[in-house]
């Protein structure tokens, strides 16, 4: 492949223009990231509207299958926009993405629904069956595409912007995008549930974050219009060394194409498990099995990542004085190493009524077995079985339990020393309340600060992995390829082994019955990831972008 002249590197502060694209690509990109999260943060309220009723573990895993669709298809936007950001050019190529992601998440807000609804103001809206979750998961794909190619596109687009000894530091402020724009939803959203009763806004006031975000894709685009192109990019495009298959010359030639496999196992795999774990699967663990009221936990969230925010632009700064790789392994070391300790002693300081409870109360499911099923995606061809009926129940009660083979004999409940034989939910709710199970956190026993505390040790987590993270992809490939290159391996990382994490760490404890074992998922990746990069990944920091080789301007 044909090498660029060294060109614009420098070191030095950033420039007013150079400020400018830090902040205007940061606010259209936070404005993407809000409406990509409005789905995952407000799937528990939806789910029932758009999935058959009876079951609500398996609706919210239906609603989780749907959101981490979204993320699966990711990857594939990665190839279809880092092409044209490669080939087109990285200004014209995000201005698509969020015409398309404002576009997509507008239209949830008008789906019609699985079932008939009363709707203030419009009367009876009558369902339409399993076309309303096809219809969501189109949109959910729409959604995911186009911020596989926003991503990459932005941090590209900054760090081709940015001084050498600095790129670290500007690049974060992307980094900061995807938490500030979660926390922009929980914003809205706790706005709206503010003014609205619980059965409102289950019923239709969810919609009013999705049709606000219009308002928001006019304010991104307008704002995207005002940049101009890269001048590394323009300038390979003078020089007529910009590839002409960029996918081919990503992915099928050596050695760009092992450095793509390692970014993806040895970074950003690890980052993405990491990530996911600190904001969102902390967040479901609070709401879904500790059963904190939903406000609560969303100023707990929020409040976290006010917090740690500024941790990104720390971690970023710092990686361009002592490197990008050894920060992101410490992140993925650390958190596999305090996921157990931390999420107990979560449970212990946000609800330690359900923490005494199920101390006093071991309780064990009895059940034939082979009749039980391991749900992940649920549909049309799933079929539930009195087992699967009877761990649902307990699952969605944040319970953890014991299973118990007994072929051929029916279902059975023990709580304590009592004990309730066959399925039947209202008995074995009389058994749990008798048992004094406590149906919601005690908001006069939450433990604010020590709970806040271990939701700030996570959210620092992710700013170990992912402060740093733009930049050393950026560096890790050439100017050519850099778009497809840098945009595949995030987004399979964050878009598959991240996206994935809240499904399947649902799946993994109903099976198992225990409400921390999800947690083996995330922690599995993080150490997969910390192992193949410290030994296979080398430092990136001192690297000319143009040329590829160590830049002497670098800070040493």
């Not at 066959?422 to 149906?439: E, R």
Request: with cysteine; hydrophobic share 50%.
């Amino acid at each position: 492949m044909a090498t660029m002249t060294a060109t614009a590197e420098r070191p030095g502060k950033l420039a007013y223009s150079e400020r400018f694209v830090i902040f205007a690509s940061s606010l259209g990109t936070i404005f993407e990231w809000y409406d990509f999260y409005l789905y995952a943060v407000l799937a528990p309220f939806f789910a029932a509207l758009f999935f058959p009723p009876g079951n609500d573990t398996a609706a919210l895993l239906s609603a989780f299958a749907t959101y981490a669709a979204g993320f699966l298809v990711r990857p594939f936007g990665a190839l279809i926009f880092g092409r044209l950001g490669d080939i087109v050019g990285r200004k014209y190529t995000f201005l698509v993405t969020i015409m398309v992601m404002g576009a997509s998440t507008f239209a949830v807000g008008l789906l019609p629904t699985f079932a008939t609804v009363e709707l203030p103001g419009v009367g009876t809206v009558g369902g339409i069956g399993w076309a309303a979750p096809v219809l969501l998961v189109t949109l959910r794909l729409l959604q995911g595409l186009a911020l596989g190619g926003e991503y990459g596109g932005a941090a590209t687009y900054v760090a081709e912007h940015s001084p050498a000894n600095t790129r670290g530091y500007s690049t974060s402020f992307i980094q900061t995008t995807a938490t500030v724009g979660l926390l922009l939803a929980l914003v809205m959203i706790g706005i709206c549930r503010e003014s609205m009763d619980v059965k409102a806004f289950s019923q239709w006031g969810w919609r009013v974050p999705f049709l606000l975000s219009v308002v928001l894709l006019a304010f991104s685009i307008y704002i995207r219009l005002k940049l101009n192109e890269t001048p590394i990019f323009q300038k390979m495009k003078e020089e007529g060394k910009g590839s002409k298959r960029p996918l081919t010359d990503s992915f099928l030639r050596y050695p760009n194409n092992k450095y793509v496999l390692l970014a993806l196992l040895g970074a950003t795999a690890g980052q993405g498990v990491v990530w996911y774990t600190g904001q969102f699967y902390a967040l479901f663990f609070l709401t879904i099995t500790l059963k904190v009221d939903y406000l609560t936990a969303y100023k707990l969230i929020g409040l976290s990542l006010i917090i740690g925010t500024p941790f990104f632009i720390f971690f970023g700064w710092l990686s361009d004085r002592i490197g990008r790789l050894k920060i992101i392994m410490a992140g993925c070391l650390i958190g596999a190493l305090t996921y157990f300790p931390l999420f107990a002693a979560l449970t212990h300081y946000a609800n330690p009524d359900l923490e005494a409870f199920a101390t006093k109360n071991p309780i064990t499911v009895t059940a034939d077995t082979s009749t039980c099923n391991f749900h992940i995606f649920v549909g049309p061809w799933s079929k539930f079985s009195d087992c699967d009926r009877a761990k649902d129940f307990i699952t969605k009660l944040g319970l953890s339990f014991k299973t118990e083979s007994a072929p051929g004999k029916p279902v059975a409940l023990t709580v304590g020393t009592a004990k309730v034989e066959g399925w039947d939910a209202a008995k074995w709710t009389a058994a749990l309340t008798t048992a004094g199970y406590p149906k919601a956190a005690d908001p006069n026993k939450i433990n604010w600060p020590m709970t806040e505390f271990l939701l700030v040790i996570m959210v620092i987590y992710v700013t170990m992995v992912y402060g740093p993270i733009a930049a050393f992809l950026v560096e890790l490939f050439p100017t050519q390829i850099r778009y497809t290159s840098m945009s595949l391996p995030y987004h399979i990382g964050n878009g598959w082994f991240g996206g994935m994490l809240p499904l399947l760490a649902t799946a993994l404890v109903a099976a198992t019955g225990d409400i921390y074992y999800g947690l083996w998922y995330p922690i599995g990746v993080a150490i997969m990831s910390f192992v193949i990069g410290t030994i296979f990944l080398h430092e990136t920091k001192n690297t000319d972008i143009v040329t590829g080789a160590a830049s002497s301007d670098a800070r040493p």
